[in-house]
Structures are given as C-alpha cells and as structure tokens.
C-alpha cells in the first residue's frame, strides 16, 4: 500500500528541502563535501549505537503506524530510521554554520 511510504517519502522531501537551502547559502556540502559527509556519518554512527542500546534495553521499539515500511534492518530499527538520523544532523549542521556564517556577517 502508498501508505506504508508516507513517512519515508516525507523524510526524504525534508532532506531535498535542506539540500537545496544548503546548495543555496553554501553552508555543508556546497562548502566541504568531504568534511560535511564525515560529520554526518559519525554523528549518525552514534545516533545509530544510541538506538541499538536503547533497543537492547527495551526502551526503543518500532511501532504500529500504517505509515510506515513493513521491514526492518534489525529488530524494532525501521529502515526510515537512517533517513530521520541523517535529517537530524544534517538540519543541526546546517543550523549551526547558518548561526556561525550570521554571526560573523552581523
């Protein structure tokens, strides 16, 4: 069913939006692509061990939403989760070279 894509297609249109505002303003990977990837890959990569302990712990589990894709990477780690985890960093990193590139401007 589409519904079951709704929140990966929204996720992804929301990584599309800050692409083109980075691209615009040249804040992340328009700057440093190397540099942008490598932060947004170990931030992600201690998101992603975040997750798995709060799994283990039972804190975490994937819930019933029927916007959501019937599979999974590991137990109760929704495939949409890299994408929010990847949204979560990129939108901080392009917030903080926005606030730093502004405050040196004013």
Known sequence: MIENWFYLIALSI????????DRR?????????KRTALTIAIVMF???????????MEVFYKGASQY???FVIAPDF???ELF????LSYVTLLIYRGLA????IS
């Not at 303003?25 to 692509?33: P, R, S």
């Not at 201690?46 to 283990?56: A, E, P, T």
């Open 78 to 80: 929704p495939v949409e």
């Open 68 to 70: 959501m894709l019937p």
């Open 46 to 56: 201690v998101f992603i061990l975040w997750d798995i302990i709060g799994i283990k």
């Open 14 to 21: 929301s990584i599309g939006g800050l692409l083109l505002i």
């Open 101 to 104: 590139t502004w405050k040196r």
């Open 84 to 87: 929010f985890l990847f949204l």
């Open 25 to 33: 303003l040249k804040l992340a990977f328009w700057k440093d692509k």
